[in-house]
Nanobody
Framework: QVQVDESGGGAVQAGDSLRLSCAAS????????MGWFRQVPGKEREFVCA????????YYADSVKGRFTISRDNNKNTVYLQMDSLKPEDTAVYYC???????????????????????WGQGTQVTVSS
């Protein structure tokens, strides 16, 4: 079983930055593709970004492209989400997700599908005020 722990959320002003962290544990030598999603009450969980297991490809939703950066440190089994130029519409609970080791490789057309991800964190709240 894989445990997923997010941290780094908080309340900031528009234009500020935050960095979220996602630590994965419970599986020796974790080298799985990982992603970030977000959700606001009453809406479906939406894709934010993802990175392949070796970090050679990153994918972003259009709404965050150019402002958010995903990265990973496999020595620490940790993925980071650097969020710059935050906007009030970025307010949401952010979830880290780990892709299934048996699923298809990430592509730009499938990376946003929730079904590709087997393990989810409990979420961390990000609130951006204007």
């Amino acid at each position: 079983q894989v445990q997923v722990d997010e941290s780094g959320g908080g309340a900031v002003q528009a234009g500020d930055s935050l960095r979220l962290s996602c630590a994965a544990s419970g599986r020796a030598g974790i080298r799985l593709s990982m992603g970030w999603f977000r959700q606001v009450p009453g809406k479906e969980r939406e894709f934010v970004c993802a990175v392949t297991w070796n970090g050679d490809h990153a994918y972003y939703a259009d709404s965050v492209k150019g402002r958010f950066t995903i990265s990973r440190d496999n020595n620490k089994n940790t993925v980071y989400l650097q969020m710059d130029s935050l906007k009030p519409e970025d307010t949401a609970v952010y979830y880290c997700a780990i892709a299934s080791p048996y699923g298809p490789a990430f592509t730009s057309s499938n990376v946003n599908r929730l079904a590709l991800y087997d393990y989810w964190g409990q979420g961390t709240q990000v609130t951006v005020s204007s």
